[in-house]
């Protein structure tokens, strides 16, 4: 059981660790992005990111966007598998957490589409797929692991 809990302890970790990497890398794409979108005269994205993306066109940084963002979406879904496993000792969640993200992701889609409408929209698609691209899902498990040993 301890070996278990460490286990859990450092995936949980290494989750945050990468949700930290995440915010560097869309913080700083983002940054780029807008000084090239809007012709601006200075990047505030951090030096060691601007000297990686040096020379990229704006179409190149928004196709990097959309592959980090579904790297960091393989990621947390692994981690959530993963976790799962570890919390509930078998794999009977792994179709449910799956079709879980992928019903999430379509939702953002469909908000995104949706965006044209109302501009609100846009915005919850947004948090929708950073819901997907974070450790959240991870917290959520956890939580539903101890409910199950309090009623089981």
Known sequence: MTTRRTALTLLL???????AGREFVF?????SIDHLANHRDVSYAHSVFRAAVEGCS???????KWAMALLFIGLMLGFSVLTARWLFG?????????????AVGFL?????????????LGSISVKLL?????????FFLWAAALLERRTG
């Open 108 to 120: 953002a889609l469909v908000m995104n589409l949706g965006a044209g409408f109302h501009p609100a």
């Open 13 to 19: 970790l290494v989750a945050v660790a990468t949700g």
């Open 58 to 64: 704006l179409r190149a940084l928004l196709t990097l």
């Open 130 to 138: 950073h819901l997907l691209q974070y450790p959240v899902i991870l």
């Open 90 to 102: 078998d794999h009977r969640y792994r179709s449910a957490i799956t079709l879980g993200f992928l």
């Open 27 to 31: 913080l700083n794409l983002n940054y």
